[in-house]
């Protein structure tokens, strides 16, 4: 491929390749880029025709070697599980001193402005509440077996009250009308 050939190439559909080469389908790329899967494909139809390739995997691949030398290559595996660090918290501002001196107190077991250096530790770190539809934009769900069958089972019982709550409520005015 030449580097004329990427020249033709849209930012659009530089997007849509750069995410094949990540091992993303059409469905993920059009949700991280806010567009339906259907131009996705068209977008990466039209690549392949203007790169000169049969697949979606070899177009993305060309496109890479002559993106590569633009600057850094991307993380491809890259963990999408990473807490920020608004929400985890930060150790100095609960316990004082450096991380290195938080965890030697935490791992001693002693005792730090009167409380124990293992509360603090455990307070400053918040675990988010795990709910079974997404939050955000594209956020896939992660629960596992048991919370999947938790919130199961809180559903069924919060809806057989709801409907116990209703047909309770339907009785009471046809005994106040009869």
């Not at 559909?13 to 990540?22: E, G, K, P």
């Not at 131009?39 to 203007?50: E, G, H, N, Y």
């Not at 991380?99 to 030697?104: F, L, M, V, Y």
Request: charged content about 25%; proline content about 3%; glycine content about 10%.
């Amino acid at each position: 491929m030449t580097i004329a050939a990427a020249d033709r190439l849209n930012d659009g559909q530089r997007d849509c390749l750069r995410l094949v080469l990540a091992h993303h389908n059409s469905k993920e790329i059009a949700r991280q880029l806010g567009v339906s899967p259907h131009t996705v494909d068209q977008r990466l139809r039209t690549a392949m025709r203007i790169l000169n390739v049969q697949s979606r995997f070899e177009a993305a691949r060309e496109f890479a070697a002559i993106d590569a030398d633009d600057g850094y290559q991307p993380l491809i595996y890259q963990v999408s599980e990473v807490e920020p660090v608004e929400e985890s918290g930060r150790l100095g501002t609960s316990i004082g001193g450096g991380a290195d001196e938080q965890i030697a107190l935490i791992e001693d077991g002693s005792k730090v402005d009167g409380k124990d250096a293992g509360a603090n530790f455990e307070s400053s770190s918040t675990r988010r509440q795990r709910l079974p539809f997404p939050q955000y934009r594209g956020e896939k769900n992660y629960l596992n077996m048991v919370e999947r069958m938790g919130w199961i089972l809180a559903i069924v019982i919060g809806s057989a009250l709801s409907f116990g709550g209703l047909l309770a409520g339907l009785e009471a005015l046809s005994r106040l009308k009869g």
